[in-house]
């Protein structure tokens, strides 16, 4: 549930409570850090997050339509709509500086976000970190989310993002599996549409080091994306390594908040 740690507008309360979860309000904290989950995934992905950062940070985790308490919500399968509707109600939270994370399908988000809150004028994060997706220029094709179930449940098992197998859980499946193509049918068929100049944002990349959905060079690719600083840091695990190495990029996203915070207020948009 959104919580009374953020001051929302009446007008768009609902829209703001929709979209963000706060697990462990901080009404004193003087930055947040905006997470975005990767395809299939939900807000309660990083709920654990909420008390492993320090008390000057509050977690906001973005909560896609049609899973948990928004199950009922219509699922939405375009980068261009999801980012549209997710902005709306994105502004009650950018009273605070921030940094925006997304990791996979969420990355991808994050990134068009960011190009979203130029274009109107909004807050901007005070950086911007992505995990394990390739920069837009290396956009990968692909067509899963036209593929049976059966493909889609071994791709599940291939990237470990589930520690269930969902053959055995047909109920489960049945949930599961419609957010899975609807997210897959997004981000495989997402087109980014490339600013004419580079952003003037740090960008920290982080991957696993054995994660096989990037090709060499793929995360590299970002540092092309900003004119500001750029870092490339790498854990041990495959394409869900913030399970097994979440202190670790914990301490490491600490550490950018930090950064960002001594390094002055927050980054407004400017003409």
Sequence with gaps: MFTESVALRPAIQSVA?????????????????????????SASFFRHWSTAFPDSIEVVSVQYPGREARINDA????????????????????????????????GAVAYELYLALLRQKLPLPTHLVISAIEAPTRRHV?????????????????????????AD???LAEIVLPLMRNDYQLIETYQPVLPTTPLNCPITVM?????????????????????????????KGGHFYLRPEQQAVVRALTKICH?????????????
């Design 17 to 41: 409570e929709k979209w963000f979860r706060i697990y462990q309000a901080r009404p004193g904290a003087s930055q947040r850090i905006i997470l975005l989950p990767h395809a299939g995934g």
């Design 207 to 235: 991957t696993g080091d054995s994660d096989t959905e990037l090709n060499p060079g793929d995360a590299d690719a970002w540092q092309a994306e900003t004119t500001a600083n750029f870092r490339l840091l790498s854990f």
């Design 75 to 106: 699922l939405i399968d375009s980068m261009p709509e999801l980012v549209a509707q997710l902005s709306e109600g994105l502004e009650e939270v950018l009273d605070k500086p921030y940094v925006l994370f997304g990791h996979s399908m969420g």
């Design 142 to 166: 692909g067509d899963l989310h036209k593929q049976s179930d059966k493909a889609l449940m071994t791709e599940l098992k291939k990237l470990d993002g589930s520690q269930v197998n969902l």
């Design 259 to 271: 950064q960002t915070q001594g390094a002055g207020s927050r980054q407004l948009y400017l003409p």
């Design 169 to 171: 859980y047909p109920e």
